[in-house]
């Protein structure tokens, strides 16, 4: 079995809390100056959710403009961040649904680059080269996986474990109770390990 907190996550920066006041008062230079320090972490989640640059560019800009359009709506219960993965969520669901083409091809790339980023930041100066070239696999698996969940399974699975917030925050972000959540992740987990076991046995 895989494991899923292999996954780079990164911590929110802080922010000042008047820019968000004003952008809620209808700053939109605040709002963008909010935002600023969150614009390239959300592309890269667009990136490993869809693996196609110019749709990714297209789910963030999207994202960003819900974003303001309900920024009063905004109160603070879970983190920023989460709270903009919630609507980013929300607009690739949209683009599946609406079965726009969502090309894997440039996956490869992506998993090199967050191996080299995730390489830079450990300590331990034995890791191997093979060892990096595996943990590129792992990933590309888990998020192969990931592709074939559910809706409702695959906001959960990536709010956890790739923005790596709170069940607390996630039910917040997704309007939902924490029992809910929970319930989701522990399905979501369990039909991930079935499709795990099923893609190991197909590759025999």
């Known amino acids: 079995m895989f494991a899923v907190t292999s996954i780079l996550v990164e911590t929110d920066q802080a922010l000042s809390p008047d820019l968000l006041q004003r952008a809620q008062s209808g700053d939109a230079d605040a709002f963008c ?31 960003l403009v819900e974003a303001w359009r309900c920024v009063r709506r905004y ?6 961040f989460t709270w903009l993965c919630a609507i ?3 607009r690739y669901r949209n683009v599946r649904r609406e079965k726009r083409p969502v090309p894997l091809s440039r996956l490869a790339a992506i998993e090199h680059e967050r191996a080299h980023d995730a390489i830079e930041q450990v300590t331990d100066a034995a ?16 998020r192969r996986c990931i592709q074939q969940l559910s809706p409702k ?16 925050g ?11 959540v929970k319930s989701r992740l522990f399905h979501a987990l369990e039909r991930l390990r079935a499709i795990h076991v099923s893609q190991n046995e197909s590759e025999l």
């Open 33 to 63: 100056e909010y935002c600023r320090p969150h614009e390239a972490r959300l592309f890269r989640q667009a990136m490993s959710l869809c693996g196609d640059h110019a749709l990714a560019e297209d789910l963030a800009q999207d994202t």
């Open 153 to 168: 399974h695959r906001e959960v699975i990536h709010l956890r474990f790739f923005v790596d917030d709170s069940l607390e």
């Open 170 to 180: 996630i039910a917040a972000a997704l309007n939902c109770s924490v029992g809910t």
């Open 127 to 142: 890791l191997q080269p093979d060892h990096a070239a595996q943990q590129i696999e792992r990933d590309a698996l888990l």
């Open 88 to 90: 980013l969520l929300n």
């Open 75 to 80: 109160n603070g219960r879970c983190r920023f």
